[in-house]
């Protein structure tokens, strides 16, 4: 029986009920159980997917002393197995066989667990779920596993530079505080030194789970597709038995920073190239005045990028490219306000007078005062996101709440701190007067400190320095900095107020083709599912030349940057309301994404067109543009080992791509004066293929793209003219020999990264719903399969994964695996030893089995989307790959309906298997730097049938091509 039952409500009513957005159709219930468990039932009748969220009030401060990463590690072992359910990993592999995935992450804290899964087989594994926290197995010889398991990620982890740099802040704090710790974990700590001090790892484990693991300082979140009453009798049925032992949250009181640790600067290396200052100051924490937002008030500020601010200053001296400031690393006992600035080499230079200018911004605003208007815009913007939010998925909805019940009372649960609604200017002032020279911290990472630092942080061996400094040598900074015209930011004109939705009279299933023209061709749907006031435009820009070289394709990067860089004083205050905008390059050229409320997001669209068409190189935006795209080139070389393997296969298979040295080698000789010659000739000859939908009229759709054709088409000198026929780009794939292995050798672009890689691919077919289907089903029966022997049993890495691939309508299959206990040689054996026992599971599979894994492919394809631009984003892919199959899902639904179990098996046998006569297989090497020395000996290894590549480029243009499935765009 559960103690206490809450309902929620849509209003704000002054009552302690759950507040709900008001196009939230979702039922909500907390309830207490007898052991104290508090918990947030969610009913969602229109959910395909079941999910659940347990968050846990203990993290990583709670480790001991001398066992950093326990709590870590426990998050490991506890998803292990239970007493209930002895298999390992049991969970994982259920969820996983009914269309769903499970995860878990420790914090500061605390440590949260969730899972998803299909809505028929919810049941089973909440029951899997609820027995880690009543009796968890943590078997003796699964510890070491996931000692190994916690070791590998942390060597992830270690080159990193975000991860480096949150270190780094930690170790400069009190010795004494928690927040001092490392808290991931690693053979050292959770191995070597407990046994050389004769301390059981186990036994600590368990007592560190009996210590802290209590009902009451538990919170729970249920999200399913049965009413609450049921809901709740299956909750308080599976969850009654976690033991309570009324512990008390720890807690952790005092700042983690005394006054040795403030008004210090601190220089630091990292991995990667460029420049980042981040300007940090201990505050009070939000969370004690949510309601009144004071960080995000004062964030908003200084981090805004319109005429007048920081960033604009900065930006227009060349002295920076990014700006952020916020709130972070908080808890309840204390908090962090930090302003990080990305830096130019110029900005490098000039570090002094950038630290001047941000406090000149900050008493700005003490001098200006709290503004009412201000802080009432930024609560109407809150409140539109918040009551006009999109669905997302059930597993990350519950893991968000079960985060929040710790935080926030019951009503505000769901809100959070997403709504300012209390204007209180006392609490703002006090969180700025502590933004202050007297307790700041400045931390300097630049690649220029190399060999000038004294000091290394322990766990990933940081190189810095660390110097004092003093409020005077600010003051100074602050009165020698440039004169800068700041101000306080202009009315945001871009905030929506009409938010009617729009009854549509057709109700088209899928995309209709509403206008086409020897310009552009405009695919368009109506909302008819999600009912919010919102659209979704993709337009892409097909433009012949863009990637049709290492120049070109750098010169279009450029110009696709310096659009964004132009429009940003601008399109700021359209995505602060709630318009994400964004251009990248495409396949076929460029592409601009709008994405929001549609009330205003036509006048944004036709801001991109106006500077599209209006488009000038300028010198100094373009010398910066280039400064940071030739360090995005040069960052590629940081890249993990997996990410490198993966960027080979791509290049091996696809055609018209460019290796990122080639890229590299010919930016350096591209000036402004290159760019200006090239963007005429780029936009010469285009043609933009449009989707547009969402709360959308056929006839506002219709005069977008018209509106677009006018300004670059129609004019007496058009900036554009239609392709010819000929001039239609298709995206082509390298068809691999039947019957032969590939390989790709290669060292890791990083020396001093010990992690190696490796891909495994097997190419099948082209784009075909019968075969989709029989290797979709392979994935699903193979993908739990392949984490748990080569994971879990075999420990070859953290990073392990089995997912299809799909080139251009080219299906296939990847292992995908980085270790650093063994190389690439060995994972690839070990692969081919897994397909082998994946061929016995197959034949020894029972029909009950296999019918089980179709319902859950079936259950996993029949998942509707939860929001317009999840599906829009399939429509669209639909469109860009040129396949136009609308009902995809529905007739390989059709199709899995008639498969039989033999079929799989004979696909299995001729694509997949160990010497399959139609297998089609590729494997990228990449070597870290302690399996180097083994790279030539697995080249001596590789035979005949095997061919080993030398060179990727001259691979691919030998090969054969796989048609395009997209044919003419404008036919």
């Not at 008030?297 to 920076?320: T, V």
Request: hydrophobic share 35%.
């Amino acid at each position: 029986m559960a103690v206490e039952t809450e309902n929620a409500t849509a209003t704000a009513d002054g009552s302690d009920t759950i507040l709900k957005a008001r196009t939230d159709k979702r039922e909500y219930r907390r309830i207490v159980l007898k052991n104290s468990l508090e918990v947030l039932l969610i009913s969602d009748p229109e959910t395909d997917k079941c999910a659940a969220s347990m968050n846990v009030s203990v993290g990583s401060f709670s480790d001991p002393d001398g066992l950093e990463g326990l709590a870590h590690f426990l998050e490991h072992m506890l998803f292990y197995a239970s007493e209930k359910f002895p298999e390992e990993h049991g969970l994982f592999k259920y969820v996983n066989e009914h269309g769903g995935s499970s995860n878990a992450y420790t914090s500061t804290e605390h440590t949260n667990y969730h899972f998803d899964i299909n809505t028929d087989s919810f049941d089973d594994a909440l029951d899997r779920f609820a027995q880690f926290f009543i009796k968890p197995l943590m078997s003796a010889d699964a510890t070491m596993r996931e000692i190994k398991a916690v070791d590998s990620e942390n060597k992830k982890n270690l080159l990193t530079d975000s991860r480096r740099m949150r270190q780094l802040q930690k170790h400069l704090s009190r010795e004494d505080h928690p927040y001092h710790k490392f808290s991931t974990g690693n053979m050292d700590t959770l191995c070597v030194q407990p046994e050389a001090k004769g301390i059981d790892i186990r036994i600590e484990l368990i007592k560190f789970y009996d210590e802290h693991y209590s009902a009451n300082i538990m919170h729970l979140v249920v999200y399913g597709k049965e009413n609450l009453d049921k809901t709740q009798g299956l909750v308080e049925e599976l969850f009654q038995e976690i033991r309570n032992t009324d512990k008390s949250i720890p807690r952790f009181p005092g700042q983690p920073c005394t006054l040795d640790h403030l008004q210090v600067l601190v220089k630091a290396v990292p991995i990667r190239q460029g420049h980042e200052l981040t300007v940090s100051w201990p505050v009070t924490p939000s969370i004690h005045h949510y309601e009144e937002a004071p960080c995000r008030y004062i964030g908003r500020l200084i981090g805004h990028e319109g005429e007048g601010s920081l960033f604009h200053a900065l930006k227009m001296r060349g002295w920076a490219t990014s700006l952020y400031a916020g709130e972070a690393g908080c808890t309840t006992e204390y908090s962090f306000f930090n302003v990080s600035i990305n830096l130019t080499d110029a900005g490098h230079e000039n570090i002094q007078d950038i630290v001047g200018l941000l406090f000149r911004q900050i008493k700005l605003l003490q001098l200006s005062g709290v503004s009412q208007w201000i802080f009432d815009e930024l609560s109407a913007i809150c409140e539109a996101k918040f009551h006009y939010q999109a669905k997302i998925h059930p597993m990350s909805y519950a893991k968000s709440i079960s985060l929040k019940m710790k935080m926030y009372p019951t009503k505000h649960w769901l809100v959070g701190s997403s709504l300012p609604s209390k204007f209180n200017p006392a609490t703002v002032e006090k969180v700025l007067d502590e933004l202050s020279p007297n307790n700041v911290r400045i931390f300097w990472k630049s690649n220029k400190f190399e060999g000038q630092t004294d000091k290394v942080e322990p766990w990933y061996n940081t190189a810095y320095s660390l110097e004092k400094i003093t409020k005077f040598t600010i003051q100074e900074w602050v009165q020698s900095a440039p004169d800068e015209n700041l101000h306080l930011p202009t009315p945001n004109v871009f905030i929506p107020t009409d938010f009617s939705v729009k009854d549509f009279d057709d109700k088209d299933i899928f995309p209709v083709l509403l206008r086409k023209t020897s310009f552009s061709r405009l695919w368009y749907k109506p909302d008819t599912k999600f009912f919010k006031p919102k659209a979704y435009v993709k337009m892409d820009f097909n433009c012949p030349i863009a990637l049709s070289s290492p120049d070109a394709a750098v010169l279009s990067t450029i110009f696709v940057w310096l659009l964004v860089d132009y429009l940003n004083e601008y399109a700021y205050y359209a995505q602060v309301a709630g318009i994400d905008y964004g251009l990248s390059l495409s396949n076929n050229g460029f592409e601009l994404s709008l994405v929001g409320f549609n009330h205003k997001l036509r006048i944004l669209l036709e801001a991109v067109i106006e500077k599209i068409a209006n488009f000038e190189v300028k010198p100094d935006r373009f010398s910066v543009i280039k400064e940071t795209v030739k360090k995005a080139y040069r960052n590629y070389k940081f890249r993990q080992p997996y990410h490198q393997a993966m960027s080979y296969c791509s290049m091996v298979l696809q055609d018209h791509s460019w290796p990122w040295t080639e890229k590299l080698d010919a930016l350096s000789c591209l000036e402004a004066e290159d760019l200006a010659n090239f963007v005429p000739m780029l936009l010469s000859r285009t043609f933009v293929e449009c989707y547009i939908a969402g709360n959308v009229e056929k006839s506002e759709a219709e005069s977008m793209v018209k509106h677009i054709e006018d300004v670059l088409f129609n004019d007496t000198k058009p900036i554009c003219r239609p392709l010819y026929p000929s001039q239609f780009l298709t995206s082509r794939v390298a068809e691999l020999g039947t019957g032969m292995k590939y390989f790709y050798h290669q060292e890791g672009s990083n020396p001093s990264d010990e992690n190696s890689a490796l891909v495994h691919y097997i190419q099948v077919h082209q784009d075909e719903f019968s075969m989709n289907i029989k290797l979709q089903l392979f994935k699903l029966i193979a993908k739990q399969a392949t984490f748990h022997q080569l994971r879990t049993v075999e420990q070859l890495g953290y990073i392990t994964s089995l997912s299809q691939r799909n080139d251009s309508g080219v299906y296939g299959v990847q292992f995908f695996i980085q270790s650093s206990v063994k190389g690439p040689g060995h994972i690839d054996s070990r692969v081919e030893s897994l397909l082998k026992d994946l061929e016995s599971k197959l034949y020894k599979m029972s029909d009950e089995e296999f019918k089980s894994n179709v319902t859950a492919l079936i259950d996993m394809k029949l998942d509707k989307p939860k929001n317009l631009s999840e599906e829009s984003q399939f429509y669209w892919g639909e469109i860009q790959k040129g396949t136009l199959k609308f009902n995809r899902k529905d007739a390989e639904v059709a199709a899995l309906r008639e498969l039989k179990k033999k079929e799989l098996i004979d696909f299995f046998d001729e694509y997949i298997k160990f010497g399959a006569p139609k297998k089609k297989s590729l494997s990228v090497c990449v070597y870290g730097n302690q399996h180097l020395k083994e790279m030539s000996s697995d080249k001596e290894k590789v035979v005949t049938p095997s061919i080993e590549i030398e060179d990727i480029v001259g691979f691919r243009k030998s090969q054969p091509l796989y048609g395009s499935l997209k044919g003419c765009t404008a036919s």
